[in-house]
């Protein structure tokens, strides 16, 4: 038997009820809040004291003022310098989180390690820098690497004389140590107070797959923000491969990042600064002195791409495999009419017409046109799309386009796409999950190019819709994790997180330069 | 070495520094007058969200300890409950990432701090409420018991009013099922 509105309202002001029965642990517990904060008189001149022993006898890192860098307490750094050490290299994205006064090493897999400096090594703080023995600077966002290796966190400073690490600032159990004489290689990060953005405002209970891509379109600039480090990097020409030409697009996700302008395609495995595959479509369709109409789309598997190049009469499809970090063209086509690409299943490509009675076309990784329906697809995840038809309703499919499921909307409004980039422009649409699809349900005129706010909504393939998020009006963008528990949206170039398990959002601000758009999460 | 009229004064001990802060008369006040007024609202969210009344109180007690630590960060010309529920979240959240860590379930202890005859009942209540989501029982109680609105909630959380709106008819629809 269900319970009732009245029962279930009996049960809330019984909780009402039981929960009023609590008391704050009034005086005692808040003193000893306090106690743990707040130390005595005595204590303070006895610190006061201290410091003062300390500058007189400069006992502090040689590389930074040593008040400052006891000002930092979970920094450690090496007593002294026998020479020698571990084998291993130690290497990874500083982060800080300034309130707790920790300093960790984060690895590619997100884990962080707090570290032993080498000697000679001192700490700022505020903001929290790290000035090395040879005068570098290390900032929250930089990368560095050096000889050391990663031991038990506790035996680390044990083992050295130092003071054990805050708790806080122990997570994966280890230390990042490096040799005390070790020279550290400094990259920097794109200069985003990192520490003030991801280390402050996100610690996701795992590290989130996902990447977004953002351009700056004339100067060539790509900033990469990465979840999985919880970084952001710009890269400038010079510092990566960059296309001669104006961007036209970018898309990433699989492993690879695709850059492309004017017809080329810059394909870099993993990293920017990595050696791209450079190529082009075959044939190419260009028109001297009018861009090219080329669009990039990774496949599912991360190894496939495809290529489209819509015309006023046809539209030219090809698909290539970048395995082994080679090209090799697998299947060349050209359907008739102008299509435009809205994502890719495991079963192929899925294309839109924008006519006045839109359509939606399946093109197989054979070339052969596998499936047509009539509506225009949302949203394209890898084990099926989701369809709004001419009527306004909204189905979901498998792969091929088929065994339509009907959604029933979970509120007022009109089905509307929410993928793609935050900028008008026809570059691919977010990644979307594996059998879930992200839409929209706006109660304004769904026909504008603008974004009028509504519901984001989780579709998925059994017909549930659950709105998740409240998008404001204007740009917008949302995508998957790739553990598909975590949406992220952008609004502007503010961006935010959002679990599927409890709908709670974690804002995270701007995490781009103004001048760059993000065209692209996967 | 004076910042905002709060002195400060520095205790070294080895590697470590300690912060001591001999706070003004007005920010103790103002702790002591937020914990009095807040208290029970940080304590109702958390016991929302964890469902778990030990963890409340220890909740409720660390982010009025984060209060009093960062107080000079807080902006004290609003009130300070959004800070605190916010805080509040983050604390449960990483105290469930722990929890998950160490693969240990807790929650059939009795709550030593709940006077005995209302312990029964608060058990009762907590099975039937562990059918929820964190976000969907802290949306009910904020809305349907506390009266806020779901625009007032959502500001206190840090969230949007749609959010809270389609949790807590979620919630409504799983406690009609669990039955």
Known sequence: MKRSDDDIDTLLRDWDRVASTATPPAADARRSVRATSALPMSLVVFAAVAIAVVAITGRGGPGGDAGESRSVAGFRVHPSDPGGGMDAIVAGVVETDPAAGCVWLSDSDGARYPLVWPAGTGAHADPLEIELADGQVVRSGDRVEGGGGYVDAASATRGLGLEPFPPACVQAGEAAVFNSSSQITVTAGVGLVLAETLVDRFSPPQPIGLELVAVNADARSVAIVDFVTGTVHRYEPGQYVAPADVLDGASGGGGFIHVWANGSIYSYPGRLDSEPLVYQPDPLRQTPGIASTLEVLPAP?????????????????????????RVSRLMSTAIEGSWQPVGSTVEGIVLVTDGPEP????????????????????????????????????????????NPIRIDKPGEGEWVAVGGPVVPATSPPARTGTDRFLVALTTDDPSGSFFSGGDLIVVDATGAAAPIYELSAGSHLASWSRGEDWVVVVEDASVTLISVDDGSPTPLGVLVPDSHWVLTAG | VRRGGVRFAAAVRDWGVVIAVSASVKAEERYATAYEALWSDVFR????????WAAAEDLAQEAFARLWREGDRVD?????????????????????????????????ERPTTLGEAVTDRWLDLRDAMAVLLPLERAALVMTAVDGRTYEEAAELMGTTAGALRAAASRARRKLEDAR
């Open chain 2, 76 to 108: 004290w010309a609003d009130s300070v409950l959004p800070w605190l529920i916010v805080t509040t979240r983050r604390l449960a959240q990483d105290r469930f990432r722990r929890l998950r860590r160490q693969l240990t379930i807790g929650g059939d």
């Open chain 2, 45 to 52: 969210f958390a016991l929302s969200w964890t469902n778990d």
């Open chain 1, 359 to 402: 359509l939606t076309r399946l093109v197989g990784t054979n070339g052969a046109i596998q499936a047509e329906v009539q509506g225009a697809a949302l949203s394209v995840g890898w084990n099926g799309a989701a369809i709004v038809h001419p009527d306004g309703s909204l189905t979901v499919t498998d792969a091929l386009l088929g």
């Open chain 1, 301 to 325: 598997d991360g190894e496939h791409t495809w290529l489209i190049q819509p015309g006023d009469d046809d539209t030219l499809i090809e698909l290539v495999s970048l395995v082994e970090v």
